[in-house]
């Protein structure tokens, strides 16, 4: 019976499960090549770790790995119930909480590398500040014809991962922004997603849209925006989404509607809240997200893969 070590937290309401002992061993080399030996030889561990009957549609997963650079405090590869993602906002928040949490790191400045890139966050108790790889707008006002909901006009930006950014009023006037509608969010979000599938509406390099981000005003006056934002494996994000909230600020910079350091306060769903601000970039079509919130570890547990279980790998999705 194989045992792999696990910490779940969440940050802003969105889970994440971190795999601190008895995952796959990948060797050496970058996080994107890591990543891919993980996809090819040992996706039968993302299956068990976050699927059923161990997972769900919504938790998100990462291995802590050895950094390639010794100047790095940790590596990290995030995975969901379809796959793997190049970076996670709300997770690389979870991690530093989690090793906090297992004792490996103090509060300060950390070096993290992931499969799109290094970032560096600051940790400070229960609160983790990220500076988020390059984001920017790769297209502006993208139109959709969307079946049953008609044209929908959108952006399409990188945030480190892929998204569809568009006003979740198009949608219909009755559904707002409210978790007792996220039924209904879900639908529009998926529909839009299929859409842009079909329609070969695409990031750069043909990269497929995997997020949906549906934003309009805030509930609470101080902040500055509220989002809904569809993730790849089918669930909703419960937080205001780290690198959607990073392809919005490239959004907004694009447009010039959000000033260099300006801070930028996104509103979840749930009514979380990330705290944003961003620098221009080398590249001046691009900008340099920074992050904030809180994570909370709640769980430590061991899940036990027993070969005589028929679902001893999971149920993928």
């Known amino acids: 019976m194989h045992q792999i070590d696990v910490i779940d937290s969440h940050t802003g309401g969105e889970p994440t499960r971190l795999i601190f002992q008895g995952g796959p061993e990948l060797g050496g080399g970058s996080m994107q090549q890591r990543m891919q030996k993980f996809a090819s030889q040992f996706d039968s561990f993302r299956v068990a770790t976050v699927c059923e009957p161990r997972g769900s549609d919504v938790l998100v997963g990462g291995l802590i ?15 969901n119930n379809r796959g793997f993602l190049g970076m996670c906002g709300h997770g690389t928040i979870g991690l530093l909480v989690t090793l906090k949490h297992l004792g490996r790191v103090d509060d300060g400045r950390h070096r993290i590398e992931t499969p799109v890139g290094t970032v560096m966050a600051t940790l400070q108790s229960n609160r983790v500040e990220i500076q988020n790889v390059e984001s920017y707008r790769y297209r502006k006002s993208v139109t959709v014809d969307v079946p049953e909901y008609g044209e929908i006009v959108g952006d399409v930006a990188w945030g480190g991962n892929w998204f569809f950014l568009a006003e979740a009023s198009q949608a219909n006037a009755s559904i707002s922004l409210h ?24 990031g750069s390099d043909q990269a497929f849209i995997d997020h949906v981000e549906l934003f309009g005003p805030p509930v609470v006056p101080t902040n500055d925006s509220r989002n809904f934002v ?6 909703y994000d419960r937080s205001p989404c780290g690198t959607g909230t990073s392809a919005k600020l490239a959004c907004l910079a694009a447009d010039d509607k959000l ?21 221009p970039a080398e590249d001046s ?12 570890v709640n769980s430590e547990s061991s899940l036990l893969l027993d070969p005589n279980d028929p679902f001893c790998m999971g149920i993928p999705s």
């Open 259 to 279: 000033e260099p350091g300006q801070m930028w306060r996104q509103e979840s769903i749930l009514g979380s809240v990330f705290e944003a601000f961003y620098h």
């Open 179 to 202: 978790v007792a509608h996220v039924d209904a969010l879900t639908r529009f979000a998926k529909a839009i997603r299929d859409e842009l599938a079909r329609s070969g509406i695409t």
């Open 285 to 296: 079509r691009k900008i340099v997200p920074t992050i904030a919130g809180y994570a909370f």
């Open 230 to 235: 569809l993730c790849p494996g089918g669930a």
């Open 65 to 79: 790995c050895q950094p390639e650079h010794p100047d790095s405090t940790t590596g990290v590869i995030f995975f």
